[in-house]
């Protein structure tokens, strides 16, 4: 039965990526969350194949003294003209009265608009792996970013 499932999966991300949209070299824009009072992100992402992009997050609170820094390797695929949907996974850093190391994942929608804008949404879970933070945080961003 994994076997199947494993073949059914391979076949289907197959198709979709071969319908994936072109996506940009270089985008850069802002992260809006609710994520434990990191209320904004500065979001940047670049191409590496034609499928494929790294995302990095950025996000600072008390006056700089706290710090947030997320990378993500994401693979993006077509939902219709100017839809397309995302998912990946990746790891950050979070310095707060000691530094913590986490897991994270993604996965969001977005949309290009005909100008150079890109509106998304998106749900971001994490794990602590080390550090004295709580083990499962989970956030939900909204972006909005410019098109280089």
Sequence with gaps: ???????FALFLATILSANAQEISDNVIGLRLTNNNSFN?????QRKLK???RLEI????????RDL????LHEWVWSLEEN????????SGIYEASGTSIFASGIIGVEYQFKIPLLLSLDFRPEVRLIGNVDNVNSNLGLSIRYQL
């Design 1 to 7: 039965m994994t076997k199947i499932f494993l073949a």
């Design 40 to 44: 904004s992100e500065i979001s940047y």
């Design 50 to 52: 034609e499928h494929t």
């Design 57 to 64: 997050n950025l996000s600072t609170r008390d006056g700089f």
């Design 68 to 71: 947030k820094l997320v990378g």
């Design 83 to 90: 839809f397309n949907w995302y998912a990946g996974f990746g």
